[in-house]
């Protein structure tokens, strides 16, 4: 027979110890095993023997003020232990602020204000939450999956982002290492990446798709049918999906690369509502992801939507493999691309040195090094104070003459307090160099022209819709947004070839029953919360729509 899983809780007042430990015990003592411990050395010492017995554990409950060693000291060390566990810091009100710096050190999840009574309203809502979230969580062994790759490689980047974005552990070996060398004789001197899973199976340079099948990621649907085909897994796709499901539609989910979008790829987004404290875009992404899953919804990844069209009261879609997926309504919910940033011999170096987006697995190897973010936008603020924290010093290179216009005030003012990130104003890219990697860059700004040693450039330069695969279906604007709703409509009247008597909906394209939600629909407002909304809103006109069908 197993054992229960155990919920830990360490705390220095044996008062507030025993306090946690009985409200534990009366509403999980069926379920779960309830450890207490009254120091972080004595709990280390109880997770050691969990972890010798082979006991899971679900919950660790660290108190922040302990004068042996702090809720976060301990949970950082615990977190080598039970890495799946879920991690709650309890705190009085005038230690809120460490509890917020916490959540970056220890990837914390939820902070727990004393006194929390009524237990009920304040305490089993957070504890169940958790528990929710450690029982839908793939717990496997970290490091099972093994990464082989050249440093300097565009493809095991690619690789490594794939997995990182998608949240499967792995271990990164350079091709040079000790271990690195078995692997690949064994594997008899493959193509790199090698990619080595948890059962010895050797994957050589593989696929999106066939690292995501290696790794048990969804890449095909389980009908060919469906009431609702949500293209694009980002926020505005994931809103979609959540919404779709939950009233009841059969949903499936198709996604390119990984779920997020580029918000997924954010190292904090703080002004969501509801997050008081703020939320990593991965974080944002898993929990919606698994919100989807949780009321019944498919979320298929690596897939490649080329095409759409009409089939009578069907919406049809075409992926680049042959494959169709048809269903009563479509959302577009594709979001943007970064834009290419036009400066001489950068195209030869990307993923090499030169990234678009946060790019979370090179992070690592940022540290103590001079590293460049281009843009003036929220995610170019969000990145560079993500990388401040292990760079030696972070360039923001910005083309206008300061950050208000395009940059929300509270990360302005958190640039400003770190004392390792670098404005530069009117100053841009000209040229990269280097040869097998980024070495140099050419920059241009107020006192003319100059070249810095760099390794590492990471660039958010604005972004594009890329739907070209829509032509000649959906009607867009000039820069490719998709035209939705009243944006279809001239002087009141319906738009050209529209076949029914009805006006279009709010986010309804030019082709009745395909709407668009998020940062590909025409004049959005290219905001996490927006991008929800948009995709609640989706569903809300997709049943309207059915129902007059």
Known sequence: MLSKPVLLTVDDDPGVSRAVARDLRRRYAETYRVVRAESGPQALDSLRELRLRGDDTALLLADHR????????????????????????????????AAIRAINVVDLDHYLLKPWNPPDEKFYPVIDSQLEAWRRTERTTPGELRVVGHRWSNRSYQVRDFLARNQVPYTWLLDTSPEAAELLKAAGDPELPLVVTADGTTLSAPTDAELAAAVGLSTSPEADFYDLVVVGGGPAGLGAAVYGASEGLRTVLIERHASGGQAGQSSRIENYLGFPDGVSGAQLADRARRQAERFGAELITT????????????????????SEIAAHAVILATGVSYRRLDAAGLDDLVGVGVYYGAAMAETPGCTD????????????????????????????????????????????????????????????????????????????????????DAHWLFVF?????????????????????????????????????????????????????????????????????????????????VHRYLEQS
């Open 66 to 97: 302990m004068p042996e060693m702090t809720g976060v000291e301990f949970l950082e060390q615990a977190m080598d232990l039970f890495p799946y566990a879920r991690r709650v810091l309890l705190t009085a009100y005038a230690d809120t602020d």
């Open 303 to 322: 897939g490649k939507v080329t095409g759409l069209e009409t089939r009578g009261q069907a919406r049809v879609v075409r992926q680049a493999d042959g």
């Open 369 to 452: 090094e001079e590293v460049y973010v281009v843009g003036g936008a929220n995610s170019a603020g969000q990145a560079a104070v993500n990388l401040s924290r292990v760079a030696k010093r972070v360039h923001i290179l910005v083309r206008a003459g300061g950050l208000e216009k395009s940059m929300s005030h509270y990360l302005i003012q958190q640039i400003a307090g770190i004392p390792n990130i670098e404005v530069h104003t009117r100053t841009v890219v000209v040229s990269g160099e280097g040869t097998d990697h980024l070495e140099r860059l050419t920059l241009s700004g107020p006192e003319g022209e100059r070249t810095v």
């Open 461 to 541: 330069i604005g972004a594009e819709p890329r739907t070209e695969w829509l032509d000649g279906m959906i009607e867009r604007d000039a820069r490719g947004y998709v035209l939705t709703g009243p944006d279809l409509v001239a002087d009141g009247r319906r738009p050209a070839d529209w076949p029914v008597t009805r006006q279009p909906y709010h986010l309804e394209t030019s082709v009745p029953g395909i709407f668009a939600a998020g940062d590909v629909r025409a004049d959005s407002m290219k905001r996490v919360a927006s991008a929800v909304g948009d995709g609640a809103m989706a569903v809300a006109l």
